[in-house]
């Protein structure tokens, strides 16, 4: 099976890590050599935490030769299955399945591992709407259980038995939902993450203070200010547009603090600044 993912940055490069610890042959793209360079460090340090930790099979580096790195989308004609983890921009998104409908062999499918565009919308860009999945990977994704598969509207049964069998020899947990903003996860989990920036905005408490008491108070392992740091403001606040918008109503409204913190470049830990400060 030859596995391609477009899009070298936390998720695509963890996509990319399972797929290859899972015995498939993986191309990754980025737009620059540069986004290549990084996203196969954080690869490098992730397998090699879990080679100290007992927790692969192979070798780090008979993983990282079933890798290849590229800049040219035409390094994924052969591919049996794309999935891309790029910019939370529904543009964007859909003129590179354009792309990739033109350059992936008939019989391949694709996937996207958007948090809430509609996949029936980037399966129309595609051309190819029967072979189109939503793929949702959780981050960190060597160590996150789940993968939520989305069915656009045209997605067919093949397809969707295919993906859910690559989930399981992926060694994750595929759970299926209908396309709708923002599925399930996100659905639930964005307006969570939102009112808590909101409650900064408010001056209910420090950020320190809202993420203890969701952490101790709730048994949620990081606090929402902390996983919103850990996402990306940028992708959050995406996110919550795509609410907004999708289902018409005031109460998925993002937090003016999230716009503004985005505005300014603080993203959270990709940017080195977020609700906290990062190395
Ligand atoms: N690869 C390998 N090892 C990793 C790793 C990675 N990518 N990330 C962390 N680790 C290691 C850590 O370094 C640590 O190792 P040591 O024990 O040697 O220090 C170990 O894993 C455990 O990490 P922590 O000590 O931080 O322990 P933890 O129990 O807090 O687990 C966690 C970490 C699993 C990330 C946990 O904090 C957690 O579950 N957080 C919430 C994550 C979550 O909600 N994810 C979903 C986000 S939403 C989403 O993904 C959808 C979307 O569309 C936005
Ligand atoms: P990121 O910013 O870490 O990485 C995005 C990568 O895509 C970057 O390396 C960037 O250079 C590259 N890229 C951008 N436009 C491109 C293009 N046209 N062609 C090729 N590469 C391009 O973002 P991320 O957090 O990895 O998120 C990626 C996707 O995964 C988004 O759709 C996001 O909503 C989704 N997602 C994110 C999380 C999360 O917790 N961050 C969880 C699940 C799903």
């Not at 992730?46 to 035409?74: I, N, W, Y």
């Not at 391949?108 to 591992?113: D, P, R, T, V, Y």
């Not at 939520?148 to 399981?168: H, K, L």
């Amino acid at each position: 099976m030859k596995f391609g993912v477009i899009g070298a940055g936390q998720m695509g490069g963890g996509i990319a890590q399972v797929a290859a610890q899972s015995g498939f042959d993986v191309v990754v793209h980025d737009q620059k050599q540069e986004f290549l360079d990084r996203g196969r460090g954080v690869i490098e340090g992730s397998l090699g935490k879990l080679h100290e930790k007992g927790k692969l099979t192979d070798p780090p580096e008979a993983v990282l030769g079933r890798m290849q790195f590229t800049t040219s989308l035409q390094d994924f004609a052969d591919c049996d299955l794309v999935v891309e983890a790029i910019v939370e921009n529904e543009a964007i998104k859909k003129e590179l399945f354009r792309q990739l409908g033109e350059i992936v062999k008939p019989e391949g499918i694709l996937a996207s591992n958007t948090s809430s565009i509609p996949i029936t919308a980037l399966a129309t860009a595609s051309g190819r709407p029967t072979q189109f999945i939503g793929m949702h990977f959780m981050n960190p994704v060597p160590l996150m259980q789940l993968v939520e598969v989305i069915r656009g509207y045209q997605t067919s049964d093949d397809t969707a038995r295919f993906v859910n069998e690559t989930a399981e020899k992926m060694g994750k947990t595929p759970l299926s939902c209908n396309d709708y903003p923002g599925f399930v996860s996100n659905r639930i989990l964005m307006p969570m993450l939102n009112e808590a920036i909101q409650c900064v905005m408010e001056g209910v408490a420090e950020p320190e203070a809202i993420d203890g008491i969701m952490k101790m108070g709730m048994n949620h392992p990081m606090g929402p200010l902390t996983l919103a740091d850990f996402i990306g403001l940028d992708t959050c606040l995406a996110i919550m547009e795509v609410l907004h918008q999708g289902l018409g109503d005031d109460k998925y409204r993002p937090s003016p603090l999230l716009r503004k913190m985005v505005q300014a470049g603080l993203l959270g830990r990709k940017s080195g600044e977020g609700f906290y400060k990062y190395n």
